[in-house]
């Protein structure tokens, strides 16, 4: 759907405009306390504190959980904060319904405030509540926020330690894998680099290292000590990840190593399987 990526970009916006909109609420809900005239309103209902002190919060936990999105800001990271964009919402409609349409302000010289926002933020919500229910609701996540491409994730994996549902391209690399790297193993560890702790989960393996995605231990560049960890410990199969998502690919002095280690081959999806003959 070509509007698709501009309705998901106004969405992941609403976050700034939400809270520069409740704060601008506080101001004039504050600005009528010290205007309006002396004498209770009959009606008032609960106490406007209360709910200015609801929507002061929503507004600071919004901020700081939107920052989830900062430096990394992928287009489905805006999940995370969604739904406090929404309650903070509600809460700004709130107060304002109560504060500045309710009881407008009747200053000398002043028109009344009260310009009713209910029925507008209403809408608002309500398009963008039927959008998630109806196009990011059953969209696949890795597709999120730039395309609408239906979920794919519908096979089971049918492993032991996994039964998730997954694309079908990943039941067949994982379940192969898992499978290969089972019946190659000689002791309870293995080598699955880099970026790849699912692998250790799904055949109940131990990795020789300390590390889960590469990127984040850097205190061994040449490999060395890893090297002398997988001598020790008898590893006898290791799996490449050719394209890892964040860390570089092994190459260099510890890729002719591994290879010179391991000689035996067997390319499967993006890994390449090697173990000791």
């Not at 205007?35 to 709910?51: I, L």
């Not at 029925?119 to 730039?146: E, K, N």
Request: proline share 8%.
């Amino acid at each position: 759907i070509g509007v698709y990526p501009d309705v998901w970009f106004s969405m992941r916006n609403l976050t700034a405009v939400v809270v520069v909109g409740g704060i601008g609420i506080l101001l004039a809900s504050e600005w009528r306390k010290r205007h309006v005239r002396a004498g209770p309103h009959p009606g008032r209902g609960p106490s406007t504190g209360v709910r200015e002190l609801q929507l002061l919060s929503l507004l600071c936990v919004t901020c700081l959980v939107s920052l989830v999105q900062f430096p990394f800001h992928a287009p489905v990271y805006f999940l995370y904060v969604g739904p406090l964009v929404a309650l903070t919402t509600l809460a700004a409609m709130a107060v304002a319904d109560q504060n500045l349409t309710r009881h407008p302000v009747r200053v000398e010289g002043i028109r009344p405030i009260g310009i009713r926002l209910r029925p507008l933020l209403g809408v608002v919500f309500a398009f963008y509540l039927g959008f998630a229910v109806f196009w990011i609701h059953p969209g696949f996540i890795y597709h999120m926020g730039r395309t609408f491409v239906e979920d794919q994730q519908t096979h089971e994996l049918g492993l032991e330690r996994g039964s998730l549902r997954v694309t079908e391209e990943d039941k067949e690399l994982y379940t192969t894998l898992a499978g290969e790297i089972r019946a190659r193993a000689k002791s309870d560890f293995i080598l699955a680099t880099p970026d790849a702790p699912e692998v250790y989960f799904l055949t109940g393996l131990s990795s020789p290292g300390r590390s889960t995605f590469e990127f984040f231990d850097p205190a061994d560049p040449g490999g060395g000590t890893l090297l002398a960890a997988i001598d020790s410990l008898e590893v006898s199969v290791i799996a490449l990840n050719e394209a890892p998502a964040f860390s570089p690919p092994v190459g260099g002095a510890l890729l002719d190593e591994l290879v010179d280690r391991f000689p035996e081959e067997r390319r499967i999806g993006r890994f390449l399987l090697r173990w000791r003959p």
